[in-house]
């Protein structure tokens, strides 16, 4: 009980000054609030946003991540593995594959 009276909100204070301790008008003046934070904006052109972003990867790194993979690849990849850890999803260990 003493938690539950010490952490009450008893009234706010609105966007326009006013102090406000009906139920109704608290709990609205709460929606409005986190509904204005959490809640899209106006969109802007989505091409400002990207440009605006670094670019990390160069266009011969994008054409090496992106060429289909070798059959070596991935053999190489699957003797990395640990044959012994955790099964997949279908339920086999590495070692099956191996």
Do not use: C
Not at 14 to 31: A, I, K, R
Not at 52 to 71: F, G
Not at 72 to 87: D, Q, S
């Amino acid at each position: 009980m003493q938690r539950r009276t010490r952490y009450r909100i008893s009234g706010i204070e609105t966007n326009d000054g006013v102090w406000t301790s009906h139920p109704q008008e608290v709990q609205g003046e709460f929606q409005r609030h986190f509904s204005s934070i959490f809640s899209a904006g106006p969109s802007s052109d989505i091409l400002d946003t990207v440009e605006a972003i670094p670019h990390k990867i160069t266009d011969a790194m994008n054409r090496t991540l992106t060429q289909p993979v070798s059959e070596t690849e991935i053999l190489a990849a699957l003797k990395e593995i640990g044959p012994t850890k955790a099964p997949g999803i279908d339920g086999m260990t590495a070692q099956f594959f191996q």
